[in-house]
C-alpha cells in the first residue's frame, strides 16, 4: 500500500517506539490482547506522553485491533477516549486499506 510501518512485539517497545521518540507516526494501530498492558491501557499511556508532547490538536489516532466489537467493550466499561475506533479480526487487506485512507489521507 506504500506506507512505512513500524512493528513491535511488546507493548514496552510500542510505548518506547511511539513516544517521545516517534513524532513522524500518522497512525497507531494495536491488538487489545498484550502481554502487560492490554491494548487500551497502552493506548491511555501513549495519548498522555503525546498530550505533554505535542498539539492535542495534532493527536496520533490510535486504533485497537480486537476478536470483540466496539459494544463488547462498552459493556464491560472499557472505553477510552484515546481510542479512535475498534477493528474487529480477522483484518483483510481490503479493511485495512480502507482505515488506512480513512486516517492518513489527510497526511499526503
Known amino acids: 500500500m506504500g506506507y512505512e510501518t513500524y512493528q513491535r512485539i511488546m507493548n514496552e517497545q510500542s510505548y518506547c517506539c511511539a513516544y517521545p521518540k516517534c513524532p513522524k507516526l500518522n497512525l497507531i494501530i494495536l491488538d487489545y490482547d498484550m ?6 491501557e497502552l493506548a491511555e499511556k ?12 495534532i ?30 479480526k ?6 485495512v486499506g480502507r ?3 480513512r486516517y492518513l489521507a489527510r497526511k499526503y
Open 59 to 88: 493527536q496520533v489516532p490510535i486504533i485497537i485491533a480486537s476478536a470483540y466489537d466496539r459494544a463488547y467493550f462498552e459493556e464491560r466499561g472499557e472505553i477510552s477516549s484515546a481510542v479512535k475506533e475498534f477493528l474487529v
Open 35 to 40: 502481554p502487560f498492558l492490554n491494548g487500551i
Open 46 to 57: 501513549i495519548q498522555e506522553a503525546q498530550s505533554q508532547n505535542i498539539d492535542p490538536k
Open 99 to 101: 482505515l488506512l485512507k
Open 90 to 95: 480477522p483484518l483483510t487487506d481490503d479493511i
